[in-house]
């Protein structure tokens, strides 16, 4: 798509949006999320794993200055999303406090730090499997009949937006670091494994009734700090060979997606590219308002993320908007903003 027509359909949506918000409404009924710690805003916290943020620094630049379970400074991609659906509220982290009541009516979020499509990649770290997000959707689902009705409930399952994000976790945590894995399977066998898994997902919350889904693509691997601290052989540059297994993945994602659009009547199912936005970031950061793509803001750049970063990390800096990382593995809250901004137009198929 050209880029005068990606920004046409981004000014359109938010044209729409306006004129929701003059209303008081949000774009769509609710807003569900599942996945990783790109979308974790809290559901780690009170499991037993090292995999959380609900500690300083993080949360310093969110809106209460207090860490919240969100592996960034500030927001992350899925805040900003739910703001651009025009939504006043987060949905909140399906095991906190906070997501009882009416509090579900605009949606949960179940996501957790260190899951992934392959269920021994959560099992390695004690996160939430994907399997176990969908058992707490249903019983979202059933919480929601029980306050709305049955008839009320199923348009705000098929009208709402589900978003996926997973997949980094499976490599960087699990296939590039697990011997045995990485010797029982090539890469394209291993992506085989986690497309039938995400196809599983799809057709899970399809068969509950689900209609409009959105899944991120991964991201540029082999270019976060911490991949190329960890697999760039003393290199200061992207870790290729990581890129390439994302491209790869990435294809097969749009491909399975395609398939399960024909298969499956009236769904809506949305790829959002995140490679692409954020390997201009990284590449080109000047341009797009950033001064250091390699160092991440918390600690050194290298490998610092969940607890080893931490308010006695050496070299954490004072600016997080000029960095677009913030840990080793995760955007700053600035990047969060582009990225989300970048996604407009990809999902606004889901909105019509």
């Not at 920004?7 to 807003?31: C, D, H, M, R, W």
Request: charged share 15%.
């Amino acid at each position: 798509m050209e880029f005068t027509t990606k920004v046409f359909i981004s000014t359109v949506f938010l044209a729409v949006l306006a004129s929701q918000n003059s209303k008081g409404e949000p774009l769509v009924p609710i807003l569900c999320i599942f996945g990783d710690s790109v979308a974790d805003t809290g559901n780690n916290n009170g499991l037993y794993t090292l995999i959380k943020a609900n500690f300083p620094p993080y949360g310093r630049d969110f809106v209460t200055h207090q860490p919240t379970g969100r592996f960034s400074n500030g927001k992350t991609a899925i805040d900003f999303t739910a703001e651009n659906l025009g939504f006043s509220a987060y949905p909140a982290s399906y095991l906190s406090r906070a997501a009882r009541g009416k509090n579900l009516l605009i949606g949960a979020n179940f996501a957790s730090a260190g899951c992934g499509y392959n269920e021994r990649t959560a099992a390695l770290y004690r996160a939430i499997p994907i399997s176990q997000q969908l058992a707490y959707y249903k019983d979202y689902q059933s919480k929601v009949v029980k306050m709305v009705g049955n008839d009320r409930a199923k348009g705000m399952f098929s009208g709402g937006i589900h978003i996926l994000s997973a997949g980094s976790s499976d490599y960087l945590q699990n296939y590039y670091i697990n011997p045995v894995l990485y010797r029982q399977y090539t890469t394209d066998q291993y992506s085989d494994i986690l497309m039938t898994s995400f196809s599983n997902f799809v057709q899970t919350l399809y068969g509950l009734g689900v209609r409009r889904i959105g899944v991120t693509s991964l991201p540029p691997m082999g270019c976060l700090p911490a991949a190329i601290t960890l697999f760039g052989g003393g290199t200061n540059q992207c870790v290729e060979r990581l890129n390439k297994d994302a491209l790869s993945f990435n294809s097969k994602l749009n491909g399975v997606a395609q398939s399960l659009q024909t298969k499956l009547a009236d769904l809506k199912l949305v790829v959002f590219d995140i490679y692409q936005p954020l390997l201009d970031m990284i590449t080109h950061p000047l341009e797009n308002g950033f001064f250091e793509a390699r160092k991440a803001c918390c600690g050194t750049g290298t490998i610092e993320t969940s607890l080893l970063c931490n308010e006695r990390s050496v070299g954490t800096c004072s600016n997080a908007t000029q960095y677009v990382f913030w840990d080793g593995f995760h955007p700053s809250e600035a990047a969060n903003n582009a990225l989300a901004g970048a996604l407009l137009a990809q999902g606004y198929p889901l909105i019509g």
